[in-house]
């Protein structure tokens, strides 16, 4: 494991309000949230650093993140209003950790970059 937050927070070396986890995924509330319900979910197995160094092999992380993140949602009663995931890719995107994650943001109606 890389020495990065999120490293020592899957080793449980510095404290996190854990809320999901399961085999390859670990999620808890992000300490700067941008929203009512801000999670982070995170793969336990595996350091990647940002989306682009992502390979074919590991592309079904991607999808646990996001099933994760869906579970947590419907468990919590966000599902019926709506959330957002959101993943950022390097500094530029607003990326601090090099650990990839998804963000789950809910809890209240969201802003929209134009139409969907």
């Known amino acids: ?7 020592k927070i899957i080793r449980r070396e510095i404290p996190a309000n854990i809320v999901y986890e399961d085999e ?7 300490i700067a949230p941008q929203a009512p319900v801000h999670v982070l979910f995170i793969p336990k197995n595996e350091v990647i650093p940002t989306l682009d160094d992502l390979q074919p092999s590991q ?3 991607i999808g646990k993140l996001a099933l994760a993140a869906a579970e947590y949602a419907r468990e919590q009663g966000l599902a019926q209003n709506g959330y957002r995931i959101v993943m950022n890719c390097r500094e ?7 650990h990839i994650h998804l963000h789950l943001l809910a809890g209240a109606p969201l802003g929209h970059f134009g139409a969907a």
């Open 1 to 7: 494991m890389t020495d990065t937050i999120f490293g």
């Open 24 to 30: 390859d995924v670990l999620g808890f509330k992000d």
């Open 59 to 61: 592309a079904h992380l």
């Open 92 to 98: 530029d995107a607003g990326q601090t950790v090099f």
